[in-house]
Antibody, heavy 122, light 107 residues
Framework: EVQLVQSGAEVRKAGETLKISCKTSGYSFNTYWIAWVRQMPGKGLEWMGIIYPGDFDTRYSPSFQGHVTISADKSINTAYVQWSSLKASDTATYYC???????????????WGQGTLVTVTS | DIQMTQSPSSLSASVGDRVTITCRASQTINDYLNWYQQKPGKAPNLLIYAASSLQSWVPSRFSGNGSGTDFTLTITSLQPEDFATYYCQQSYNTPQTFGQGTKVEIK
């Protein structure tokens, strides 16, 4: 069974750093793209970026480029997104999600983590 | 970036109603169009991919259509479990982008 299990809720202050994780199991981690998606409170879904763990090829939305870093650790089948300086506007639920087909950057997302709520206070 | 515009933003419907949601892309995306269903407090679930292919768990009352720039999601007989928010997403290129969502509420 494919599973994506995300780290727990976080509360941070503006300006602090944060790294949240997405531990995967049940499939070949190296061969599926993993995306990160933001959902601000009461709002819609925003695609942040995507990583291919096999060669660490990473693509970002211009809206998030330079503000977050997406990474992966093949040794523990885990993907990450991190912030070096949080803002209050980063308060949101963040989802990791796996592509439906191996190697496909143009396919849908079929498996989602449960979400990580990040609260940033000013 | 490719902009995805859904309409309506929300709708009220009764059980048994036929519901259609539209999604328009700002440029052609062939059939790289996906639909997701999200219920409150839960992660989204993939409903339809490649414009018209149903994910395995999805009942046949759901259907998707379209190609190029204009797409539709239709629910032929709305059931109580279908009340949710629906999002379209283009996966034609990066950054992949979502529509703003359509909330389907009970009338």
């Amino acid at each position: 069974e494919v599973q994506l299990v995300q780290s727990g809720a976080e509360v941070r202050k503006a300006g602090e750093t944060l790294k949240i994780s997405c531990k995967t199991s049940g499939y070949s981690f190296n061969t599926y793209w993993i995306a990160w998606v933001r959902q601000m409170p009461g709002k819609g879904l925003e695609w942040m970026g995507i990583i291919y763990p096999g060669d660490f090829d990473t693509r970002y939305s211009p809206s998030f480029q330079g503000h977050v870093t997406i990474s992966a650790d093949k040794s523990i089948n885990t993907a990450y997104v991190q912030w070096s300086s949080l803002k209050a506007s980063d308060t949101a639920t963040y989802y990791c999600a796996r592509a439906r087909e191996p190697g496909s950057l143009t396919g849908p997302i079929s498996n989602w983590g449960q979400g990580t709520l990040v609260t940033v206070t000013s | 970036d490719i902009q995805m515009t859904q309409s309506p933003s929300s709708l009220s419907a009764s059980v048994g109603d036929r519901v259609t949601i539209t999604c328009r892309a700002s440029q052609t995306i062939n059939d790289y169009l996906n639909w997701y269903q999200q219920k409150p407090g839960k992660a989204p679930n993939l409903l339809i991919y490649a414009a018209s292919s149903l994910q395995s768990w999805v009942p046949s009352r759901f259907s998707g259509n379209g190609s190029g720039t204009d797409f539709t999601l239709t629910i032929t007989s709305l059931q109580p479990e279908d009340f949710a928010t629906y999002y379209c997403q283009q996966s034609y290129n990066t950054p992949q982008t979502f529509g703003q969502g359509t909330k389907v509420e009970i009338k």
